[in-house]
């Protein structure tokens, strides 16, 4: 395994049983994540784009472990996450991965003082000698721009952005390897996500953090991102560097998707991309190539053999028939 | 139904209006609504003044908590009164012949002006369809309050009619299913469809794509720039996207702790933002063509609703900001016709070019 990443993930899957019948029998499965690969280089960002339901937020939970896998591998540092027992998972693997939720009204104890709260994994693993704790968080909260005495108050005394910013220094107190930030700027205001993007570059820069950044907004992902994939129902479609898919970007999917994104400029009313109809449903997705019921330029092939997914030059994989297979 | 011969309330004498400019749908006219709590009084919205002329929309933009919906909701007369009240102004509704003050109008009367000259779309398509009824019997409710005399056969023609006018094509079978069945993208066609069932003067759309993905928000938008004209009606299209407003809005409004700071058309405001907050909106927007290092940020948050400055509200957070500006609140001051500006930085630059 090349030593540059920090996070590897191979063909990881997670299938849900639905139950049917009389006896409540497994009928089948929802692929939910099915067979998606890839790799966190150190202090880069790697972005999941995707639409609602297309597993992007179950591969952030599955490589933490918060929800078992059903197959695949994934290793962090070079060790094997999935194989790990929970004590194991514990002591080697949570202190090196954090995670930023997308709600920082839900993410937060009510009744924990911010200070406690980003305190607490610090002192469950011992991170730093006891009589330091308070001068480690208070310096922990500076570096996310929050004031010292925001240490003793409680999160509903917050605005949204100040609690994105708690959730981040929470995470960033373990002193991670590695964030999974999993749309943390989407409840957030224009002028305050434009703060917060800033922070999280800021706190690269600094500490050498990688992201694994989750999101469906494609604007955000341009400005934070080195390498992108494009998830569609379980699987990923298209993956380049940031530059080369914003340049190029060659499944169809991935048009569409750019396309949709409305422009702040009212000369240019432009002509985009409308995909017909919506995302269909994972528990029933249609056969070979799952986009093909949405796809401007489906072709007869597409709904018989499932496109390989290929290297075309220089990293931009893609897995679609309009390109030689 | 129960509603169906419900008397109808009579609309009081003093909520008649006179139209300050008869091309104009909706003219509100320094409306002020105040929320009275123990902490305070919230004004929400304090003195905001703004027309809607027929047949176009009209963007309002903000970030929450800038009274963007509040207005909405005064509009609609859907707040809950108290701790929310109306203090001053009017929202006069333009009815063709004569005009009424919906500020001035009572509760029972408001029922005839609801969902039939006035129709509005709700952010949440989710919370917004009642999941105990079909999407068929919903859609009937609305047209049957409004027009009780209507056959039955008329009706359920008139209902598939409405959903295949939003583009569902199923909607025979549509019409017999409940909301959980339907997708994000669906429930937001039905409630577009709700809202048009009486093909009403003005609709407000408040954030309606903001709960759904981008591929879908593009469908949702494509539809109704599309049905704007159709059936001639106005739009009040409530966002935080700038990207929305630039697609869909000819007039476009600024919000900032209640007040207007910056309106004009969609040309104007994009090609010649006035206002350091309007300024600074845009920048913050993550873009393609956007490619500095940092994004820019206006620092600081929206001010607490409570205890406001006499002083402009933008002046702690803004990068422009001068002596002048810890005087009392600018006015609002015309650059051109219908370009509007309250800032006393943009008013300087603008007297000496």
């Known amino acids: 395994m090349p030593d540059n990443n920090i996070l590897v993930v191979e063909e990881l899957k997670k299938y849900y049983p639905l139950k049917g019948g009389i006896i409540k029998h497994t009928v089948k499965y929802v692929k939910s994540v099915d067979g998606v690969s890839f790799s966190v280089g150190r202090g880069k960002t790697f972005a999941l784009v995707g639409e609602s339901g297309c597993g992007?937020?179950?591969?952030?939970?599955?490589?933490?472990?918060?929800?078992?896998?059903?197959?695949?591998?994934?290793?962090?540092?070079?060790?094997?996450?999935?194989?790990?027992?929970?004590?194991?998972?514990?002591?080697?693997?949570?202190?090196?991965?954090?995670?930023?939720?997308?709600?920082?009204?839900?993410?937060?104890?009510?009744?924990?003082?911010?200070?406690?709260?980003?305190?607490?994994?610090?002192?469950?693993?011992?991170?730093?000698?006891?009589e330091e704790l308070m001068e480690y968080t208070l310096d922990i909260m500076k570096h996310c721009g929050l004031p010292s005495y925001f240490a003793g108050r409680y999160p509903h005394e917050f605005s949204g952005g100040q609690r994105q910013r708690i959730c981040i220094a929470r995470a960033l107190a373990m002193k991670p390897a590695l964030i999974?930030?999993?749309?943390?700027?989407?409840?957030?205001?224009?002028?305050?996500?434009?703060q917060i993007i800033n922070l999280m570059k800021d706190l690269q820069e600094e500490y050498g953090l990688s992201y694994l950044f989750i999101?469906?907004?494609?604007?955000?992902?341009?400005?934070?991102?080195?390498e992108v994939g494009v998830m569609y129902l379980?699987?990923?479609?298209?993956?380049?560097?940031?530059?080369?898919?914003?340049r190029n970007p060659m499944h169809p999917y991935t048009r569409a998707l750019l396309s949709a994104v409305p422009i702040a400029d009212p000369y240019r009313k432009m002509k985009r991309i409308v995909l017909g109809s919506d995302i269909p449903s994972p528990s029933n997705p249609p056969r070979a190539c799952k986009f093909h019921t949405r796809c401007p330029h489906a072709m007869p092939i597409c709904s018989e053999i499932a496109p390989k997914y290929k290297d075309y030059g220089g990293g931009h994989c893609v897995a679609c028939h309009l390109y030689p297979q | 139904m129960w509603f169906k011969n419900r008397e109808k309330a009579p609309i009081a004498a003093e909520a008649s209006a006179n139209m300050k400019d008869s091309s104009n749908v909706l003219e509100i006219d320094d409306?002020?609504?105040?929320?009275?709590?123990?902490?305070?009084?919230?004004?929400?919205?304090?003195?905001?003044?703004?027309?809607?002329?027929?047949?176009?929309?009209?963007?309002?933009?903000?970030?929450?908590?800038?009274?963007?919906?509040?207005?909405?909701?005064?509009?609609?007369?859907?707040?809950?009164?108290p701790p929310a009240s109306i203090v001053g102004g009017e929202i006069r509704l333009n009815l063709g012949d004569d005009a009424l003050d919906l500020a001035k109008m009572n509760k029972d009367s408001m029922r005839r002006i609801r969902g039939k000259e006035v129709a509005m779309i709700f952010q949440e398509p989710m919370t917004s369809l009642n999941p105990v009824f079909t999407i068929g019997e919903q859609l009937m409710e609305g047209i049957l309050v409004h027009r009780p005399d209507i056959g039955n056969a008329e009706l359920k023609g008139k209902v598939i009619e409405l959903l295949k006018m939003v583009g569902?094509?199923?909607?025979?079978?549509?019409?017999?299913?409940?909301?959980?069945?339907?997708?994000?993208?669906?429930?937001?066609?039905?409630?577009?469809?709700?809202?048009?069932?009486?093909?009403?003067?003005?609709?407000?759309?408040?954030?309606?794509?903001?709960?759904?993905?981008?591929?879908?928000?593009?469908?949702?938008?494509?539809?109704?720039r599309e049905l704007k004209d159709r059936i001639h009606t106005s739009i009040m299209l409530i966002t935080h996207d700038l990207g929305v407003v630039a697609e869909m809005a000819e007039m476009v409004v600024v919000m900032y702790a209640g007040r207007i700071v910056e309106q004009g058309t969609v040309y104007e405001i994009f090609e010649n933002p006035l206002h350091p907050y309007t300024r600074g909106l845009m920048k913050a927007r993550p873009t393609k063509d956007?490619?500095?290092?940092?994004?820019?940020?206006?620092?600081?948050?929206?001010?607490?609703?409570?205890?406001?400055?006499?002083?402009?509200?933008?002046?702690?957070?803004?990068?422009?900001?001068?002596?002048?500006?810890k005087n009392e609140y600018p006015t609002l001051v015309s650059v051109t016709p219908t370009h509007k500006v309250s800032c006393y930085v943009a008013n300087k630059e603008n007297k000496n070019a």
């Not at chain 1, 695949?72 to 991965?97: H, S, T, V």
């Not at chain 2, 309002?60 to 609609?76: D, N, P, R, Y």
């Not at chain 2, 809202?195 to 109704?224: G, K, N, Y």
């Not at chain 2, 607490?304 to 702690?316: I, T």
């Open chain 1, 180 to 194: 999974i930030a999993d749309e943390p700027v989407s409840a957030l205001d224009v002028s305050i996500q434009a």
């Open chain 2, 168 to 224: 569902i094509s199923r909607s025979e079978e549509i019409v017999k299913s409940y909301p959980h069945e339907l997708s994000g993208g669906m429930k937001q066609r039905v409630v577009i469809a709700m809202a048009l069932s009486c093909e009403p003067r003005l609709i407000i759309a408040d954030e309606p794509t903001t709960a759904l993905d981008v591929t879908i928000q593009a469908q949702v938008l494509e539809l109704m």
């Open chain 2, 290 to 325: 956007n490619k500095s290092k940092r994004l820019y940020s206006i620092e600081g948050n929206v001010p607490s609703p409570v205890g406001l400055p006499d002083y402009c509200y933008f002046h702690n957070r803004c990068e422009e900001s001068e002596e002048d500006c």
């Open chain 1, 215 to 226: 999101s469906h907004d494609l604007s955000v992902v341009e400005y934070l991102a080195d």
């Open chain 2, 31 to 81: 409306l002020k609504v105040h929320f009275f709590t123990d902490d305070g009084v919230v004004k929400a919205v304090d003195g905001i003044s703004l027309d809607i002329p027929k047949n176009t929309t009209v963007g309002i933009v903000g970030e929450s908590g800038c009274g963007k919906s509040v207005t909405s909701m005064s509009i609609m007369r859907l707040l809950q009164e």
């Open chain 1, 234 to 246: 379980g699987s990923i479609v298209e993956h380049a560097d940031k530059e080369e898919l914003f």
């Open chain 1, 56 to 130: 992007k937020t179950t591969v952030g939970r599955t490589i933490l472990r918060l929800t078992e896998p059903t197959g695949g591998r994934a290793y962090l540092d070079g060790q094997d996450i999935f194989r790990m027992r929970q004590k194991e998972l514990a002591k080697n693997i949570r202190p090196k991965m954090q995670m930023i939720f997308q709600d920082p009204f839900a993410s937060l104890n009510p009744r924990i003082p911010v200070g406690e709260a980003i305190k607490e994994p610090v002192r469950a693993h011992r991170l730093v000698p006891k």
